[in-house]
């Protein structure tokens, strides 16, 4: 049973800087999707607040849920000091963040539920050659010490876009910074006082929005992250960049996922009606109906990410919509080999396969998709591997071949097969997950 844990960091102070945080990436601003994403990374309380100053980047819709609850700092005068100082009562450590950069919703978590400070601390990540880092801020470090941020980079220098960690006991500090805006960033601020440590990130989940350039390359990281690790080999290297360039522009589009989804489904069903008509033309325009109609299934998940709306009943909608496809297109097959084989009865096959499949479904969802990803061992996760693999092109290469009996007869072995070994592992891993000697604890 999964157990949602709180984060043991609950809230952040998200610097918008006026430029850099109207920027649009993939449809939203820039601040939009930083308070979003905090927000999907369980931060229960943001105060936002214009460095130097400046006016506030975007303005949002008061009372969005998808943003919780957000306190907004005036740029400057009395009313800042009020709101930043009330907001400062509770002594909880705090997240600082920069609108003018994307961070993975994955990053924000790591930092939320990451080991516990006694400093300050800069999350940093090296910089890379070329125009990548190009506007970046630019931290000056001495061993583990942050000496400062800005200016030339120098040999030690590293990139970030102004995420930091602040223990309970700098809070108060921070907030003081904060009362009165600074020409300086607010992080700046915090390592000029001398106790400033970065701690160095393995990737860079992040892109930062100054400079030319840096919003196309934000947008890239989004879309790629976007990849599961679960897709097969034509899904991850070629289905997913055609649908994310659908996806970077259905995103600003009135189509819901759902819609998408049901768009999928009649392409898909328009598949199985071409299988049916028996002809070697039809069944080829089958195939690639198929393909096409699994390229544009990819988009459904992928709009509902980039806009945050992702749901477990829109999951669930996609799962049944896919076997609906599949029920369709393998009594498509059948009826199209009957025409084409009117001697032959391929009944037993498909229906052998069409119960597979229902069993399939059945143990995937008790022993897999109930389940993380990340907690599978390495064989359960290589099975939901094979599950998304690359369905549609198998299909497709039969129907090329001209021998779409031999896909029906080996999918009706190998569906029963699949579901017989992913059972029996199941089986084993709940046996060992009983430990040695369970039995015997089991007598009087």
């Not at 430029?19 to 927000?39: D, P, W």
């Not at 055609?242 to 995103?251: D, G, N, P, W």
């Not at 009135?254 to 008509?277: D, R």
């Not at 007869?409 to 997950?433: I, P, Y």
Request: proline fraction near 5%; hydrophobic fraction near 50%.
């Amino acid at each position: 049973m999964n157990v949602e844990t709180r984060p043991r960091v609950r809230r952040a102070v998200v610097v918008a800087p006026a430029e850099e945080s109207a920027k649009r990436v993939v449809g939203m601003t820039a601040l939009e999707r930083l308070l979003k994403s905090a927000r999907r990374a369980g931060i229960e309380r943001v105060l936002v607040v214009p460095p130097g100053g400046g006016a506030q980047g975007a303005t949002l819709a008061a009372g969005d849920p998808a943003l919780g609850d957000v306190t907004w700092a005036a740029a400057a005068g009395e009313e800042r000091q009020r709101t930043v100082e009330t907001w400062f009562e509770a002594g909880e450590p705090v997240l600082v963040l920069d609108a003018g950069s994307w961070l993975s919703i994955d990053f924000l978590k790591e930092l939320a539920n990451g080991p516990a400070a006694q400093v300050p601390v800069l999350v940093t990540a090296t910089a890379r050659a070329g125009a990548e880092d190009a506007g970046a801020q630019r931290v000056r470090v001495n061993g583990t010490r942050v000496e400062g941020l800005g200016g030339a980079p120098g040999v030690e220098a590293l990139v970030t876009p102004g995420a930091a960690l602040v223990p309970a006991e700098d809070v108060a500090s921070l907030g003081f910074l904060l009362r009165s805006p600074a020409d300086a960033h607010p992080l700046e601020l915090l390592a000029r006082g001398g106790r400033m440590e970065h701690r160095p990130a393995g990737k860079a989940p992040w892109r930062s929005l100054r400079g030319e350039g840096a919003c196309a390359r934000a947008e890239t990281a989004l879309l790629h992250s976007l990849i599961k690790d679960s897709d097969g080999f034509m899904a991850r290297n070629f289905d997913r960049y055609i649908s994310l360039t659908l996806s970077r522009r259905l995103v600003s589009t009135p189509l819901t996922p759902n819609a998408i989804t049901l768009l999928a489904t009649a392409i898909g069903i328009g598949s199985a009606l071409a299988f049916a008509g028996g002809s070697y033309a039809s069944t080829v325009l089958g195939g690639l109906l198929f393909v096409v109609s699994t390229i544009i299934d990819g988009c459904d998940g992928e709009v509902a990410r980039l806009r945050m709306v992702d749901s477990k009943a829109g999951y669930y909608f996609d799962m049944i919509a896919d076997n609906v496809v599949y029920v369709s297109i393998f009594i498509g097959i059948t009826l199209g080999l009957g025409r084409l084989h009117p001697t032959v009865n391929y009944l037993l096959p498909c229906l052998v396969l069409i119960t597979g499949l229902l069993i399939n479904g059945l143990v995937f969802w008790i022993g897999i998709l109930r389940r993380d990803i990340k907690d599978l061992p390495p064989v359960l996760a290589g099975f939901e591997r094979i599950a998304n693999g690359d369905f549609s092109y198998i299909v497709l290469a039969f129907a090329l071949s001209g021998h779409m009996e031999w896909f029906l007869w080996g999918a009706a072995v190998g569906t029963h097969v699949f579901w017989m070994t992913l059972t029996l592992l199941l089986v084993l891993e709940a046996w060992a997950a009983r430990g040695p000697g369970s039995a015997a604890n089991c007598g009087p």
